[in-house]
Nanobody, 121 residues
Framework: QVQLVESGGGSVQAGDSLRLSCAAS????????MAWFRQAPGKEREWVAR???????SYADSVKGRFTISQDNARNTRYLQMNRLKPEESGMYFC???????????????WGQGTQVAVSS
């Protein structure tokens, strides 16, 4: 059973930074792609970044140069460093794991409960 637990969300001002964490259990990092998604109220879940088992990283255009996805395999934890946050990036942030490394949320099998990010202007 794979379990994902996110943490690190909070309320910040525009331009501030946050680092989200996703702790995994029962998860073999060499097997799964891991991604971050976000969802604002009333909107669809949006892909933010992903990292595959070979540590190849991909980012949505809107976050390139500001967000960094990383992993600590010894801790079985993935991170999303978010810099220069914008108000429109507020929402629930989810980490997900799956066998197919895409930006489509339906391709991910396991999801955390989410961590809330609020960015005020």
């Amino acid at each position: 059973q794979v379990q994902l637990v996110e943490s690190g969300g909070g309320s910040v001002q525009a331009g501030d930074s946050l680092r989200l964490s996703c702790a995994a259990s029962g998860y073999v990092y060499r097997t799964y792609c891991m991604a971050w998604f976000r969802q604002a109220p009333g909107k669809e879940r949006e892909w933010v970044a992903r990292i595959n088992p070979d540590s190849i990283r991909s980012y949505a255009d809107s976050v390139k140069g500001r967000f960094t996805i990383s992993q600590d395999n010894a801790r079985n934890t993935r991170y999303l460093q978010m810099n220069r946050l914008k108000p429109e990036e507020s929402g629930m942030y989810f980490c997900a794991a799956g066998g197919a490394c895409t930006s489509n949320p339906t391709h991910f099998d396991y999801w955390g409960q989410g961590t809330q990010v609020a960015v005020s202007s």
